[in-house]
């Protein structure tokens, strides 16, 4: 930061005090003994993180002082087309006077679209508490995919992998980039039903833009030799990345860039956060750190910063792919014409910081442009774990689904792998025929693991056959044909659990019956059945 002190406003003096304030003691420190050091670190963290907020501050100084400018700037314009009463035209002109001004350009010289309609740049659909002030934004854009949506998987598993701590310090926005108001509203709804204390607690915001930000896409240009359908999918992820960051800019200190077909690390926020604090406290010139290799995913930058990319998508939208202008912008920044690739990679490589191991890795397998293939995965992310192991009551188990290669349903049911079964029909089921009767506490069935999360069983139940027939009434939609009785199902995760009343006496059979029609196969990552011992 360039320290024009003259030019300090009273919110940038009180942080600086506050600086000088911590800097000294921190001085003082230095002369202290190593059993110092410690603390010493943990107060050049909290400078990092101050210098970080001031940043903030200053940026959200500058921002309104652009509205008065450009408030001023249309008063101006009423003024000079005497569109205002000669009273205040007097009132007005007599502290400014007639001086002329040069106008700069605005993103309505690049997207002359947004001047049709004023709703352009207003949000179509906002689900939010209004929180802000965290450290960490996370941006996770999505839209509708063909095949399968990985979105709730890719939430339920950042939150996961966060401690109370971490999620109290993060926002996360998702993007819904459709113009179609009825799903975006079923989106929110989802996700609002699927973490109910998350989105109370304004953990969660959900945004669209509205039909009117887009430009007609069929309209265009051909760019790079891909075809228009390719071009249109570029085009707009750029529009759509730069409408997230808009929304995101003023929510936090950092923002980071994820998709939604994502795994993460565990305390991936503190890592996150600790190595940008680092490279502040370092003074280092950096301008993204990169936790993951591919694309997009994993990308941080300062809340501060996020302009420079925002303008730079809105004006080359059409252009190049949004990854690609990420790679010129800095190439822009530190690249002089003459220097060759190998100079210009190592100047880039200071601004671009690469972090391993990564902390983001792929999931899905079909990417949201149609038809294409995606399976690009992070080699730095590291083993995952596939399945979980338990120790079952002594079964015989048999299924009519085909295992696919060695995934059977016995290994699975012994915890040395998972079930991988090829398309389940309707009528199909999972038999777990105990060797003798028991009385069963709990049980849980978890579908689909994180290389496959969408093979899971879609509107499965779970039914047991009693040793003796309860007293129950046949006609109740409860009981099947054959006798057993429904206690649970599937639910939109992919998960079975629940309890066994012990009414229902001892239990000689346990089953999975299937009801529909699948696309996918089907995995069984977790079976646990606990038995209720007498004790
Ligand atoms: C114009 O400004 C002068 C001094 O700057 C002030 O004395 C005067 O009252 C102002 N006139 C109006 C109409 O505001
Ligand atoms: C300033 O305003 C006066 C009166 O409105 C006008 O005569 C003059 O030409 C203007 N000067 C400039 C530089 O626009
Ligand atoms: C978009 O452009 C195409 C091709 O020029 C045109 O047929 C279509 O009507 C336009 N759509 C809208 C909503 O203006
Ligand atoms: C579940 O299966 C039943 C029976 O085939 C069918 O009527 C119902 O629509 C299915 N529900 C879903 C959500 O697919």
């Known amino acids: 930061m360039t320290p024009h002190f003259t030019t300090l406003t009273p919110v940038r003096k009180r942080c600086v005090i506050v600086l000088v304030l911590v800097l000294v003691p921190c001085v003082i420190l230095n002369l202290l003994t190593p059993s110092d050091m410690r603390e010493e670190a943990v107060l050049q963290n909290s400078i990092a993180e101050l210098q970080a907020k001031l940043e903030h501050l200053h940026a959200k100084y500058i921002s309104s002082q652009e509205e008065i400018n450009l408030l001023s700037h249309q008063l101006l314009q009423l003024i000079e087309s005497n569109h205002i009463l000669p009273d ?61 949506s990985y979105l709730m998987a890719t939430l339920k598993n950042l939150l996961d992998r966060m401690n109370t701590a971490e999620i109290a310090d993060t926002l996360i926005i998702v993007l819904v980039a459709e113009t179609d108001i009825d799903y975006v509203t079923y989106v929110a709804k989802q996700i609002e039903v699927q973490f109910p204390n998350e989105c109370e607690a304004g953990v969660i915001d959900v945004i669209s833009p509205s039909l009117s930000y887009y430009p007609n896409l069929s309209k265009l240009r051909d760019t790079l030799g891909d075809d228009h359908q390719r071009v249109i999918w570029r085009s707009k992820q750029n529009l759509d990345f730069a409408f997230l960051m808009s929304y995101a800019q003023t929510k936090g200190t950092f923002y980071v860039q994820l998709e939604d077909d994502i795994l993460a690390k565990k305390n991936f926020i503190t890592t996150m956060k600790s190595f940008a604090l680092q490279k502040i406290g370092t003074k280092e010139n950096w301008f993204v750190l990169d936790f993951c290799q591919l694309g997009f ?83 730095q992310f590291g083993k995952i774990t596939l399945f979980y192991a338990h120790e079952n009551p002594e079964a015989i188990v048999e299924t009519q689904i085909k295992p696919y290669k060695q995934y059977t349903l016995q290994k699975a049911y012994k915890g040395e792998s998972f079930f991988w079964g090829l398309l389940p029909q309707p009528g199909d089921h999972l038999k777990f025929k105990f060797s003798h009767p028991i009385f069963i506490k709990k049980y849980l069935f978890r579908s689909g693991n994180p290389e496959h999360p969408s093979d899971r069983f879609y509107n499965t139940t779970v039914e047991v056959l009693a040793e003796v027939s309860p007293l129950l009434d046949r006609n109740s939609n409860d009981v099947t044909e054959d006798g057993y009785v429904i206690i649970g199902k599937f639910d939109v995760l992919g998960v079975a659990e629940g309890t066994i009343d012990r009414k229902l006496g001892k239990v000689s059979v346990l089953r999975l019956t299937i009801h529909s029609e699948s696309e996918n196969w089907a995995i069984l990552s977790e079976i646990h059945i606990i038995e209720d011992q007498p004790s």
């Open 88 to 148: 205040l035209q007097l009132l007005i002109n007599n502290g400014t006077s007639n001086v002329t001004n040069i106008k700069l350009p605005s993103i309505y010289n690049f997207l002359p679209h947004f001047l049709n309609d004023p709703n352009s740049l207003r949000p179509a659909f906002v689900q939010s508490k209004g929180r802000s002030g965290v450290s960490m934004v996370l941006g996770v854009p999505t839209v509708k995919r063909e095949v399968q």
């Open 297 to 379: 995913i994993g990308k941080l930058f300062k809340c501060v910063e996020l302009p420079w990319l925002i303008q730079f998508f809105l004006m080359f939208y059409n252009d190049k792919p949004v990854d690609w202008l990420l790679d010129h912008l800095i190439s822009t920044k530190v690249c002089s014409l003459d220097m060759d690739h190998k100079h210009c990679k190592m100047a880039k490589a200071e601004l671009w910081v690469h972090y391993k191991p990564s902390l983001f890795q792929h999931i899905g397998t079909h990417s949201s442009l149609k038809g294409k293939v995606q399976k690009l995965k992070d080699k």
